[in-house]
């Protein structure tokens, strides 16, 4: 029996579909079988980051529709050999399409063949949240060190306390070093602290997530960027590995390494 | 003396005209006198039937059913209701069915173009959009979303594009994806089309092979003509 965990962040453009996306991808890479569900019914953006658009045949409301049966729906990424599938949202419908117990129904189905079930919530706290984690065994709150988005996550953390999943885990998400270092945002500790709920990791800003989403694949895939480290240890500590917290000192080469030090 | 409907004797069997400047109350009532008589003319055991020319009439299924309901007994049925007009409703389908139908637009993500028919496309079908035709579907501009063809089940029809996106062509009830890597994108700019062929593939083909492939396109015989 797999384990469910909803994405979810309150405000739009945190990153969560690309933090679903990399997390997923992770595990994957980890060798865990995992399902990738696009909640976001509508404005369904998850198979676009996967490179997956053009495979879409069935999906989420077609299953819950009975036009379609769910393995029908579930696309295999080739890149992984039967370890990465995404249910993709329907793009003619809206949040209303499905209610909470297909949703039940739905994941419960998934958890029986999959490791993990990672659910790609939308923005906004309306049906379509409601819908994502009312399946979800767990859950991780994304946000950016921004207020506005620190705010809305703080408003999803009560959201969740009144259900039966845990206090979700927490991910700051595009972090600017410089911006952090200049006391410009709040540091982890004071976001951390403000929510008081347990971080899972850091991922700094990286023009590289774009740059690889735009391709169709997920940055997580080439080690040597900053944000796939972050995403890398966010799936290990998943996992139950104890991977210390990247460092937010940006490498400030003193005169002597300047002057002798190798070239990196 | 009757003016309403009018009785002859055909090859094919008995035709009776009902005359459209008439009410149809009138026709009603003589038909049941028509019926009486006939019924005293001929000898049981013989059957009649008739077929009814109801001229620039259009009756409605319940016109029609008061009549069969007079007519048809053991010994009288009604073949066929003929008229010589049709209704405008009637007349648009079949004109519609008879030529492809022509659109000039975007297809953006999220929205479905449907038609009855064959399909003229002259825009974009953008990333997450689908056109959807029972007939063929034919793309003037980038095809990047679905085309479904024969959506009601032909699999005689076919998508016609230049193929030079990623996108994902259905027929009938097959399914094809168009890949294409970065590597080969410009590989080709000419149209090519995608049909069902004998072993229930779907195939990709240059343009060249569509009148062997498909010698019928092109020849639209719907409707009346």
Known sequence: MGKAIVVTSGKGGVGKTTSTANIGTALALQSKKVCLVDMDIGLRNLDVILGLENRIIYDII??????????????????????????????????????????????????KDYDYVLIDCPAGIEQGFKNSIAAADDAILV???????????????GLIEQTSIQAPKLIINRIRK?????????????????????????????????????KGNPVVLDPSHIASQGYRNIARRLLGDTVPLMTLKEEKRSFWKKLFGKKN | MNNAVTLKGRKEGFQLILHSSA???????????????????????????FYVKTGNRELTDSEKKQIEDIIVDDHFSISSFQSDVISIEDALKLHQASRPRLEVRTVRSGQILD???????????????TV??????????????????????????????????????????????IEKSEGNSEQSDEIKFVCVNDLHIIEVSPLHDLKTIRPEIGKHSGGLF
């Open chain 2, 115 to 129: 038609a009855q028919g064959d399909l003229l496309l002259i825009g974009e079908v953008h990333p997450g959009g």
């Open chain 1, 62 to 111: 077609d299953v819950v529709e009975g036009r379609a049966k769910l393995h029908q729906a579930i696309i295999k990424d080739k890149r992984f050999n039967d370890q990465l599938f995404l249910l993709p949202a329907a793009q003619h419908a809206d949040k209303n399409a499905i209610n909470e117990e297909q949703m039940i129904e739905l994941i419960g189905e998934l958890k």
């Open chain 1, 143 to 157: 946000t950016t060190p921004e207020i506005s988005a620190i705010r809305d996550a703080d408003r999803i953390i």
């Open chain 2, 23 to 49: 009410s149809f109350e009138k026709i009603l009532e003589e038909i049941k006198e028509l019926k009486v008589q006939l019924k005293n003319d001929t000898q049981t055991g013989h059957e009649l039937n």
């Open chain 2, 132 to 177: 959807r035709a029972t007939g063929s579907i034919f793309v003037i501009g980038e095809l990047k979303g679905i085309a479904h063809a024969g959506f009601s089940g032909n699999e005689s029809a076919i998508v016609l594009a230049n193929f030079r996106h990623n996108a994902q062509v259905r027929i009938g009830g097959n399914v094809h994806v």
């Open chain 1, 178 to 214: 410089s911006m952090m270092q200049n006391g410009d945002v709040m540091d982890i500790d004071e976001i951390t602290r403000h929510l008081s709920v347990e971080l899972l990791g850091i991922v700094f800003e990286d023009d590289e997530v774009v740059r690889s989403s735009n």
